[in-house]
């Protein structure tokens, strides 16, 4: 009985075979134990590829955009299950790997995009915290070990001043901040925490409608946060 059964298992596991990437019409393949090797043919020869350091190759899942060449980033989809990783991290400052996006050493608001070892520095706004699982900017309650935003430390369930708004604010409730705006005919008293009929010390009767410099910017890359 004991050899028929290892007879069985030896013949699964010769069963997959690496593909040859001359017989594909992409003219790529995966290599079946690494996740981060593939195969390409090269005028009818096949050559031995091994995607950019912290990248994995996609070609075998439909669909899949690749970041570099025929690779991605390993958390975007299901690309390693199953498989090992033939490349140990090739770390520089801020960077576990030539290329991917890292968690900050001392802030939850800002993070790290790394691309051939060199790392961008980078923040995420309108009371987002980064999320080392999804790589982006999350809501703080989603985010693990970050979940009071230093926004909010003063004081968990109370207003804060944004910028130099008039009717702009930062609701903090249980910690997390929320954007706000005051009702149409109020501005923010930064002396009171509130909405308030103006005019305030900062703040006149209307608010202005054209907004500051800065207050501009920061509305836009506010939207812009929005739509991600
Ligand atoms: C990555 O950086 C190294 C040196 O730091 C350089 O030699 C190499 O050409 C770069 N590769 C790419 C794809 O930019």
């Known amino acids: 009985m004991k050899p028929f059964i290892c007879l069985f298992f030896a013949t699964i596991a010769f069963a997959q075979e690496q593909p040859d990437p001359c017989q594909s019409k992409r003219k790529v393949a995966e290599d079946i134990k690494y996740c981060d090797r593939y195969y390409k043919c090269v005028g009818g020869a096949v050559v031995s590829k091994d995607c950019p350091n912290g990248l994995v190759f996609t070609g075998s899942i439909k669909g899949a955009k690749s970041l570099v060449d025929e690779c991605d980033y390993p ?68 985010v693990e070990g970050c979940q009071k935003h230093p926004l909010c430390r003063e004081d968990p369930n109370g207003n804060v001043p944004l910028g130099k708004s008039c009717n702009r604010y930062w609701s903090c409730q249980g910690g997390y901040p929320r954007l706000q705006r005051c009702p149409a005919t109020l501005v923010f008293d930064r002396e009171t925490l509130r909405c308030v009929n103006p005019p305030t010390a900062d703040c006149e009767a209307p608010p202005p409608t054209t907004a500051a410099p800065e207050e501009e910017e920061f509305e836009e890359e506010e939207e812009e946060e929005e739509e991600n």
């Open 75 to 142: 958390w975007r989809d299901d690309y390693c299950e199953g498989k090992q990783l033939a490349n140990p991290p090739i770390s520089t400052e801020h960077c576990d790997w030539l290329y991917g996006i890292f968690g900050h050493e001392s802030s939850c608001t800002r993070y790290w995009t790394c691309w051939n070892g060199t790392a961008t520095e980078q923040f995420c706004i309108g009371g987002l915290l980064y999320n080392e699982d999804t790589h982006a900017c999350d809501w703080p309650q989603n």
